[in-house]
T-cell receptor, first 110, second 116 residues
Framework: RKEVEQDPGPFNVPEGATVAFNCTYSNSASQSFFWYRQDCRKEPKLLMS???SGNEDGRFTAQLNRASQYISLLIRDSKLSDSATYLC???????????FGQGTTLQVKP | GAVVSQHPSWVICKSGTSVKIECRSLDFQATTMFWYRQFPKQSLMLMAT?????????EQGVEKDKFLINHASLTLSTLTVTSAHPEDSSFYIC????????????FGEGSRLTVL
């Protein structure tokens, strides 16, 4: 079993749609959780950290369920510019290595 | 925010040659840097953890004699792909912890290696 699992997609949605990505992780000792965004042939960039209480940043909402070892990302009112691969990332400590999921590809169409 | 710079962005080389990739932390000191590799349509796979002043820690399956890592200063780590072969063609990315202990890593721009 992979340490971090995501549905690779692709998710093809129209502009304005709401889309949700899910991610599960296997190490119950994991402490830090993130969603990164990666554009084609570019390095990953932090989209948002994920906190136990859930957090929102504009159109993006992240949720963490430690009991189920499950992380989610919700994107509302999708824009064309949201088209990218979204990487679920887990870290066992604030200084340990990052473990990446396979990534979920989102394609927002006009 | 913290910035990590990687060089070169692109490199094309002949099979059998060695290629060095540099990773610099521009406005902070990084005692630990991480090197990742990403093949097309796949996720980032950690290759090794680079520790300033000591030997790198390699992940299982990564040949330490082929992928030489040197972290001689707090702002520079290098990855040398020795005797590169076409199967080593990949996107290599370095990363480092930022100034705040938030768990967030900052990534270099990546180096795309093509071995002919």
């Amino acid at each position: 079993r992979k340490e971090v699992e995501q549905d690779p997609g692709p998710f093809n949605v129209p502009e304005g749609a709401t889309v949700a990505f899910n991610c599960t992780y296997s190490n119950s000792a994991s402490q830090s959780f993130f969603w990164y965004r990666q554009d084609c042939r570019k390095e990953p960039k932090l989209l948002m950290s994920v906190y136990s209480s859930g957090n929102e940043d504009g159109r993006f909402t992240a949720q963490l369920n430690r009991a189920s070892q499950y992380i989610s990302l919700l994107i509302r009112d999708s824009k064309l510019s949201d088209s990218a691969t979204y990487l679920c990332v887990v870290r066992t400590s604030n200084t340990g290595k990052l473990i990446f999921g396979q990534g979920t590809t989102l394609q927002v169409k006009p | 925010g913290a910035v990590v710079s990687q060089h070169p962005s692109w490199v094309i080389c002949k099979s059998g040659t060695s290629v060095k990739i540099e990773c610099r932390s521009l406005d902070f000191q990084a005692t630990t840097m991480f090197w990742y590799r990403q093949f097309p349509k796949q996720s980032l796979m950690l290759m090794a953890t680079s520790n300033e002043g000591s030997k790198a820690t390699y992940e299982q399956g990564v040949e330490k004699d082929k992928f030489l890592i040197n972290h001689a200063s707090l702002t520079l780590s290098t990855l040398t792909v020795t005797s590169a072969h076409p199967e080593d063609s990949s996107f290599y990315i370095c990363s480092a912890d930022g100034l705040a202990d938030t768990g967030e890593l900052f990534f270099g721009e990546g180096s795309r290696l093509t071995v002919l």
